[in-house]
């Protein structure tokens, strides 16, 4: 049932249902609120990927949150904004500062490409991609 101020539903109905449940990806650091709200309503989280051990202090956060909720911190995906981006023909040195986001359980790295001709760095970067899969044993 909806009681607003301008309109009264006694029934809400969403027909047809959809397909699929809607994947909700929450992203912040906000230790209080925004990880709190990723245990409760989160299928990800990403974090911002400003060092391994601040992303490790927040990951224990959510473990934390996710406790208090009862969620499974293990079913919430992982990913952090990173800092910096594969750069074409430098490729090794990002895949090396990602590895240890990997091993505290980040899933993916989310990168955006810099000005200019985002195709061609897709095309400089592509090899790097292999890599990172690796890294988290995919």
Same mark, same amino acid.
Request: proline share 6%; with cysteine.
């Given at each position: 049932a909806y009681e607003g101020r301008y309109y009264q539903l006694r029934e809400t109905l969403c027909s047809p249902q959809p397909i699929n449940?809607?994947?909700?990806?929450?992203?912040?650091?906000? %230790?209080?609120?925004?990880?709190?709200?990723?245990?409760?309503? @989160?299928?990800?989280?990403?974090?911002? @990927?400003?060092?391994? @051990? %601040? *992303?490790?202090?927040?990951?224990? *956060?959510?473990?934390?949150?996710?406790?208090?909720?009862?969620?499974?911190?293990?079913?919430i995906r992982k990913t952090v904004l990173a800092r910096t981006n594969p750069t074409p023909g430098r490729g090794d040195e990002f895949v090396a500062s990602m590895a240890d986001y990997a091993k505290l359980g980040i899933d993916t790295a989310i990168v955006m490409p810099?000005?200019?001709? #985002?195709?061609?760095?897709?095309? @400089?970067?592509? #090899? *790097? *991609?292999?890599?990172?899969? %690796?890294?988290?044993?995919?």
């Open positions: 449940r809607p994947k909700v990806i929450i992203g912040g650091s906000g %230790e209080r609120k925004t990880l709190r709200l990723v245990a409760q309503y @989160g299928d990800a989280c990403n974090l911002f @990927g400003s060092s391994p @051990g %601040e *992303v490790a202090h927040k990951l224990d *956060v959510l473990r934390r949150h996710c406790d208090d909720a009862g969620t499974d911190y293990d079913a810099p000005d200019g001709s #985002p195709a061609r760095w897709i095309d @400089g970067i592509a #090899p *790097v *991609v292999r890599q990172l899969a %690796e890294l988290g044993g995919r």
